[in-house]
């Protein structure tokens, strides 16, 4: 609480959540009445998004439920945050999710996990772990799915409807009462139903329920709101499609199954958000923005996503060696600035040791192109990063696999 007075009193206090609900391809989220999601997207945004990184490159990404969490998490692809699949066997905490970051500032905020899945706090926030540096979720109400004696399994999985509804019931009872500064909640009724008949009525009515449910939380953001000196923001998005046949199926890389969807009452975004085609990577340097978090910069040079609020400077950087110079591309957001181009010829991150950027040159943003030599490093990897004002973004550089 010291933090909240030791400002300027009449200074509000940001919070943020959101919400993953699993498993809904944009096409059913727009056809489903959701009053709940359409009320929140009035004050800011819906929109359509994507996951599975870049389709056949190197950061193609499994469509798959703890893949998608970790990428939003972490705002990084497979290639980065190694989570292949659900059994969440290596995760490379070296990429640090959102909540880490958060706490690595700021110590004495609260955050918090409301989820069926224990996993979700355990491995992929790491809770307690030594390699997130013992992070504490202070707050938490989740594992639900091992519960088989309040949530006894049932042929038609309606018990896990019943445990959304219980991570909603302490989720917002939660935040009317502490008010955790960034939360996770997670709903997965609406994947269960997916799976058992696919694009159905029942899957329909499974999506109008998380609508309902995502109405309560907005309600306890609302009291928040108006009863405290705080702004709230909220995200709600999924973490995968479905397959086009049935719509029971997902993993794979067709464009049902990449394709998804954000909900945000964010205000001011930007021609990111407008002009291009946003991902799941996108919502954690988003809040890390509005919670007022200081990426440090090995972080930044690592993040796959693009900031969707506020001013930005760069997008859609693409790069390819020739014989020894590199051709590097991007598109311009902010004009009268330059931006610096930095080239890494190895990866040492991924094992947590320092990388060797070297500065290849400073180009006036609007041009959009450069040639750099990198003829003096020679390798046939390199992560290349543009740095703006407002943004940074990479792309790795791979040996072509030959087929
Ligand atoms: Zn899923």
């Known amino acids: 609480m010291l933090q909240a007075f030791a400002g300027n009193a009449q200074q509000r206090v940001k919070k943020a959540l959101f919400i993953i609900a699993d498993g809904i391809p944009a096409d059913v989220i727009e056809k489903v009445a959701t009053p ?33 969490y970790n990428s939003l998490l972490t705002g990084t692809w497979f290639n980065k ?11 490379n ?36 772990l030594a390699a997130t540096n013992n992070l504490k979720v202070d707050l938490h109400a989740d594992g639900y799915e091992l ?26 009872a939660t935040i009317k009462q502490s008010a955790p500064d960034l939360s996770w909640v997670y709903l997965e009724y609406t994947d ?12 329909y009515t499974a999506i109008e329920m998380m609508d309902k449910q995502v109405g309560r939380i907005w309600d306890a953001i609302q009291y928040r709101q108006k009863n405290f000196k705080e702004d709230w923001l909220i995200f709600i998005t999924t973490d995968h499609g479905r397959d086009e ?20 009452n964010a ?13 799941i990577v996108d919502i954690m340097p988003s809040i890390a923005q509005f919670l007022n978090i200081d990426i440090p910069v090995k972080y930044k040079r690592e993040i796959d996503g693009t900031v969707l609020t506020g001013p930005v400077s760069v997008a859609e950087l693409k790069a390819n060696l020739i014989q020894g110079n590199i051709d590097v591309s991007w598109k311009a957001l902010s004009t009268d600035e330059k931006v610096k181009i930095w080239v890494s010829a190895v990866n040492n991150f991924k094992d947590g040791n320092p990388d060797d950027y070297k500065l290849l040159g400073e180009y006036p943003a609007n041009a959009e192109h450069a040639l750099v030599s990198v ?28 087929k």
């Open 147 to 172: 519960d088989t004696v309040n949530f006894k399994h049932d042929k038609e999985s309606a018990y896990m409807h019943r445990i959304d509804e219980k991570v909603i019931d302490e989720a917002s």
């Open 81 to 91: 945050h190694n989570v292949a699949d659900n059994d969440i066997k290596a995760p």
């Open 375 to 402: 003829k003096d490093m020679p390798s046939t990897f390199y992560k290349v990063v543009i740095e703006g004002k407002y943004n940074t973004i990479n792309r790795w550089i791979v040996p072509e696999v030959k």
């Open 192 to 203: 269960d139903m997916g799976h058992r008949y696919g694009d159905s009525p029942q899957y």
């Open 36 to 68: 709940n999601l359409n009320l929140i997207a009035g004050q800011g945004k819906y929109l359509r998004a994507h996951v599975g990184g870049e389709k056949d490159g190197y950061s193609q990404t499994p469509t798959i439920s703890a893949v998608g």
């Open 93 to 128: 905490y070296h990429y640090p999710t959102i909540f880490r970051l958060f706490k690595d500032q700021y110590p004495d905020k609260k955050i918090a996990v409301f989820s069926s899945w224990l996993d979700n706090r355990i491995k992929l926030v790491g809770d307690g």
């Open 245 to 264: 046949r049935t719509g029971k199926g997902h993993g794979g890389q067709s464009a049902r199954q990449r394709s998804t969807w954000m909900v945000t």
């Open 267 to 279: 205000k001011g975004l930007n021609n990111y958000a407008k002009y291009y085609y946003p991902g």
